[in-house]
């Protein structure tokens, strides 16, 4: 009976391991990791970096974030980090060099850009407006070849977009 039991223990341990360590492992989520990176002709690189959600047949706004009005962590799982290595202005506005949690507010084709002082956190539930260190305003754009990933793109311009399904936020960075 003590050796049931004791292998039963030792099977529980071998599950709880496995288990613990496919959750490190990012990149075996339903929306792993993924980043952009690019430097800019004034030197300064800039990475962001964000968990890629797919649509999965899912409509954008109605069942999948963004929502309309809401805040939204610009990614899923953990905030998605904006960093640049030196002082930048993000559509003519500065922000200093850092990190900085990236978070958007999608009010149709106007959506609210947010570079928030705390970068590491989780999704957007601990997102503090008082934490801003700049928001901007960015135009939507209807595309016409839904993207099923959302993805980011930095060119050495300074160009961003973020795209996802028939949606496109394009903002600038020099």
Request: charged share 20%; aromatic share 8%; hydrophobic share 40%.
């Amino acid at each position: 009976m003590k050796k049931i039991v004791s292998l039963v223990m030792v099977a529980a341990l071998f599950c709880s391991l496995e288990t613990a360590c496919a959750q490190t492992d990012k990149s075996k989520r339903p929306s792993p990791p993924a980043s952009a990176t690019a430097t800019l002709s004034s030197g300064s690189l800039i990475t962001i970096n964000y968990s890629q959600p797919s649509l999965k047949g899912r409509t954008i706004g109605k069942d999948i974030e963004p929502k309309e009005g809401v805040i939204w962590r610009t990614g899923a799982n953990e905030a998605t980090v904006f960093e640049t290595s030196k002082d930048i202005l993000v559509n003519g506005k500065a922000l200093p060099a850092g990190k900085y949690g990236f978070f958007s507010i999608n009010k149709g084709k106007e959506w609210t850009l947010i570079f928030n002082k705390k970068w590491d956190q989780w999704g957007a539930m601990s997102y503090q407006i008082s934490d801003d260190a700049l928001r901007i305003t960015a135009t939507a754009i209807e595309i016409n070849k839904p993207v099923e990933k959302l993805t980011y793109a930095i060119d050495n311009n300074g160009n961003i977009t973020l795209t996802w399904g028939t949606l496109q936020v394009p903002f600038s960075v020099k």
